[in-house]
């Protein structure tokens, strides 16, 4: 089953822009996370917000979580041609028997 | 350096047959995922565990099968029950504790002959 629903699908900006994309969830979490997946390739761990928190920031990233709305962003801040690739929220959830679940993700290009 | 190393990159199935894609670490983590991803979706997972010789069935466990015997290895077979076997497959594993992440092997793509 999956939980985070990223918005949007797909996003294209020129290179310098900031990009910003949305996951919403149905359940309680632990945490949120957001990973990269370059074409062809594994996931690569961005950052984790817990449930407890409301905003962390990670380089040029800045997540935000509001669990009111069950809802989170990334904002990736002066893109860059190397950030196309897609990008995956995911929520951790389950105490002892913890497991991922991930949404379908959002296709980030970036143009030169 | 440390990390998870899934093989072979690529695979082919025939009919009937069943095929084993490996995965190794070596982060010492106690817990080890498969996730199958479709073109233009995201991950779903298969089985995971959380401790050697103990695992527990994902959301699509059906036509599938893994083993733990080893902290450092978690082989998944793709049996011939598995009737749309065409996927990308990846492993994952973490260290013990609810917010740690997870870290990703580079995949294996499974096609049908």
């Known amino acids: 089953s999956q939980q985070g629903e990223e918005d949007p699908q797909a996003l294209s900006i020129q290179e310098g822009e900031n990009a910003t994309m949305n996951c919403s969830y149905k359940?309680?979490?632990?945490?949120l996370q957001w990973y990269r997946q370059n074409s062809g390739r594994g996931l690569v761990h961005l950052i984790l917000?817990?449930?407890?928190?409301r905003e962390k920031h990670s380089g040029r990233l800045r997540v935000t979580l509001d669990t009111s709305k069950k809802s989170s962003s990334l904002l990736i801040t002066a893109s860059r041609a190397a950030d196309t690739a897609s990008y995956f929220c995911?929520?951790?959830?389950?105490?002892?028997?913890?497991?991922?679940?991930f949404g379908k993700g959002t296709l980030l290009t970036v143009n030169p | 350096d440390g990390g998870i190393t899934q093989s072979p990159k690529y695979l082919f199935r025939k009919e009937g047959q069943n095929v084993t894609l490996s995965c190794e670490q070596n982060?010492?983590?106690?817990?080890m995922y498969w996730y199958r991803q479709d073109p233009g979706q995201g991950l779903r997972l298969i089985y995971y565990?959380?401790?050697?010789?103990?695992?527990q069935k994902g959301d699509i466990a059906e036509g599938y099968s893994v083993s733990r015997e080893k902290k450092e290895s978690f082989p998944l077979t793709v049996t011939s029950a598995q009737k749309n076997p065409t996927a990308f497959y990846l492993c994952?594993?973490?260290?013990?504790?609810?917010?740690?992440?997870?870290?990703f092997g580079d995949g294996t793509r499974l096609s049908i002959l």
């Open positions: 982060l010492n983590h106690d817990a």
């Open positions: 917000i817990r449930s407890n928190e």
């Open positions: 359940t309680s979490i632990n945490n």
């Open positions: 995911a929520t951790g959830s389950g105490g002892s028997n913890y497991k991922l679940t």
């Open positions: 994952a594993s973490r260290e013990t504790g609810t917010n740690q992440p997870q870290h």
């Open positions: 565990s959380q401790i050697v010789n103990d695992f």
